[in-house]
């Protein structure tokens, strides 16, 4: 079970963007090395630049575009608005049989998880 999912607030806890904050965009597998887990793709976190050649074909010039590279899942963690700080998170199930992820350092339920 991954404990990031598309859309989440996280923050970045290692790396050059350390301390920056982001939304998820894409969680996605290591291609070039599976072995190494997921990696995500957070906006406006480790932004990279791509040298894209024209195209007369559609019609577009060529440009010096900035996009997001991907991070690595474990320089990240889930952002917890209460504390205002980066929180674990960990999967628990309820009395009702639903499974939850929750914040391990108070307990607060972050969303219900689809079985």
Do not use: Q
């Amino acid at each position: 079970m991954r404990k990031f999912r598309t859309g989440d607030e996280i923050i970045v806890i290692a790396g050059r963007d350390k301390g920056r904050r982001g939304k998820v965009l894409k969680i996605m597998k290591d291609k070039k090395n599976p072995k190494r887990g997921y990696k995500a793709v957070v906006e406006g976190i480790n932004m990279l630049t791509k040298h894209m050649k024209p195209n007369p074909n559609a019609n577009e010039e060529g440009r010096i575009a900035k996009i997001e590279g991907t991070i690595h899942i474990s320089n990240i963690a889930l952002y917890n608005p209460v504390s205002h700080k980066a929180d674990r998170v960990g999967i628990k199930s309820l009395e009702d049989g639903r499974r939850v992820r929750y914040f391990k350092s108070n307990g607060e339920i972050v969303d219900v998880l689809e079985s």
